[in-house]
């Protein structure tokens, strides 16, 4: 009795024993083994791009793996969706199509290297808002990631790599020598609920992210370094795109760390579609030869409410710039900036009507865009250069230009007039140095930053995760 009551105790425990132990190890491995990230929607199937025989020596072409996986797991877009693991490893690759209701998700220590073998970047037609190619007057290349007429679209990580090596399609656009334009890192299409986020991306052989006719897009946590002298490595671009947040982004860049666009001269006006309800936030931008912000220059199926608040920029060109000419048609209103922290700048504010590059000879002299409601506040600059250059078109004012709480330190070493305005004109208060004589003083003003929200801005994501 005593025998079988000791062995009921022992057996008890052991039971409990076991019990806590695989409750520790249930634990140990949903921790270890679970990778959660943030995302507008999630999905029920998962696959490893190394399920697709890839290979991550950095030496592979991975062109067709991407495709072929993308396109296999187009088949769950009606079931729930799939997400698409990279791992860690350098996934050498040329351009890839995405899919819907989709999700490239890379790892930690993930890079995609963007290769230099330009037969892995097909042609695609010209852009129709822009009749040509930017860099040539024939069609362009497809950017390594590229999305057309989709649908709930997520490129995100933890914080992995997109490299597009692009020096050397730096080099053949300075030397004159492309006959198809450079292709984008990503750009995409006629698509709506696309988020890009927590990645970063170097190197892009021109611009980087190019949302173009599409909506509802997050971008967001994205770092993005190019060389300062790089060709046109623009960060983000929206361009004829409704309902956009970007926020949180560090971008280091050879050209404008975000460039607002909306098509060029005919072929913009034509197409007609505006980028419009735009918001960034939390920016932080080095561009020595460009602006942290620009609007435009094409701008020609008009940019209206955009909203920027929270923007550092250091050694900078110019914080915000609306570039524009004629020819251009369109319009650039109801621009809202509050809360710019700049350092070392050439400018603060810049308007230029006279940017003329134009897609071909046949613009419409007529087209004569309209800048107005431009409205800046709370701005604190330190080591400017020149505190405006702002000049509108001849005959063609630039309007309702508002600044109030601006405190602009220059730097003493150029012997230059701090403000020089033509053909603009507006109101100020409360701006440090004295604004020209076209911006006078009305005492007690505070430029408008509109209190109402915009869905974009409620947008929230869900919690995901993956077996890892
Ligand atoms: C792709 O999808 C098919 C089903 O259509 C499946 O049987 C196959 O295993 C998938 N290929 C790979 C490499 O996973
Ligand atoms: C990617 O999409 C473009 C545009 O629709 C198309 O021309 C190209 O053939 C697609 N590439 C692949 C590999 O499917
Ligand atoms: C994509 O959408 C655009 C605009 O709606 C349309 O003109 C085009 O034909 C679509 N392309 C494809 C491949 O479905
Ligand atoms: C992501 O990586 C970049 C490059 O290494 C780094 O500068 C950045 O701080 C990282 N971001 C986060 C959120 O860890
Ligand atoms: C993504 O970045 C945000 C900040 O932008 C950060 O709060 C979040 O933890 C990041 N998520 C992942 C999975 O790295
Ligand atoms: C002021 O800015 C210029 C660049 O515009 C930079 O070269 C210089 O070092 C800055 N001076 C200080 C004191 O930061
Ligand atoms: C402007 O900023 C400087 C230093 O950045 C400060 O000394 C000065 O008081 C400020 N002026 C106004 C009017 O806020
Ligand atoms: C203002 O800028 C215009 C155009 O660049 C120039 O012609 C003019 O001389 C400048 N005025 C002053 C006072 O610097």
Redesign the pocket.
């Known amino acids: 009795m005593g025998l079988s009551l000791k062995f009921k105790t022992n057996v008890l425990s052991a039971i409990v024993i076991l019990g806590i132990l695989s409750l520790r190890v249930a634990e140990c491995s949903s921790n270890a083994e679970k990778l959660v990230y943030q995302a507008i929607n999630c999905r029920k199937h998962t696959?490893f791009l190394t399920?697709?025989?890839a290979v991550g020596d950095g030496k592979t072409l991975n062109t067709k793996v991407f495709n072929?996986?993308i396109r296999?797991l187009s088949?769950y877009a009606s079931d729930g969706g799939a997400q698409l693991i990279v791992p860690p490893g350098k996934w050498l690759t040329g351009s890839f199509n995405l899919t819907s209701h989709f999700t490239l998700f890379l790892e930690k220590g993930a890079v995609i290297l963007g290769t230099q073998d330009e037969s892995q970047w097909p042609p695609l037609a010209v852009l129709p808002s822009y009749g040509r190619g930017r860099d040539a007057p024939g069609g362009r290349l497809s950017a390594l990631i590229f999305g057309t007429n989709l649908t709930d679209v997520i490129i995100t990580g933890n914080n992995g790599t997109i490299n597009g090596q692009g020096a050397i399609w730096w080099d053949k656009f300075r030397a004159g020598k492309l006959t198809l334009t450079r292709p984008y890192m990503i750009e995409i299409m006629y698509s709506n609920q696309i988020q890009i986020s927590n990645l970063t991306l170097l190197d892009s052989p021109s611009w980087f992210v190019h949302p173009i006719y599409s909506s509802d897009i997050l971008i967001t946590g994205l770092t993005i370094l190019a060389s300062i002298y790089s060709a046109n490595t623009d960060g983000v671009d929206p361009d004829s795109c409704s309902n956009v947040r970007i926020e949180d982004c560090y971008i280091v860049s050879g050209d404008d760390c975000i460039a607002v666009k909306s098509g060029w001269d005919q072929y913009g006006i034509k197409v007609g579609m505006p980028t419009q309800h735009l918001f960034i936030r939390r920016l932080t931008c080095i561009s020595p030869f460009s602006a942290a912000i620009a609007l435009g220059s094409e701008m020609s199926g008009g940019i209206e409410d955009v909203r920027a608040e929270d923007i550092t920029a250091i050694d900078t060109e110019s914080a915000i710039r609306i570039k524009t000419a004629v020819g251009r048609g369109g319009y650039v209103k109801n621009i809202f900036a509050r809360k710019l922290t700049l350092k070392n700048m050439k400018y603060v504010f810049r308007t230029a009507g006279n940017y003329n590059q134009h897609p071909d000879s046949n613009f419409d002299p007529k087209a004569i865009p309209q800048i107005t409601g431009i409205n800046y506040r709370e701005v604190v600059a330190t080591n400017v250069t020149y505190a405006g250059r702002l000049f509108g078109i001849k005959g063609d004012p630039f309007t309702a230009i508002c600044m109030s709480e601006v405190n602009i330190s220059m730097n003493q070493k150029e012997n230059e007039l701090p403000w020089n305005c033509t053909d603009i004109t507006g109101v100020t208060s409360d701006v440090t140095p004295k604004p020209c004589a076209s911006l006078p003083e009305k005492k007690g003003v505070t430029c408008l930053f509109p209190y109402d929200k915009q869905p974009i801005e409620d947008v929230q994501t869900k919690t995901c995760s993956y077996a890892h």
């Open positions: 696959a399920d697709f025989g072929s996986a296999n088949r």
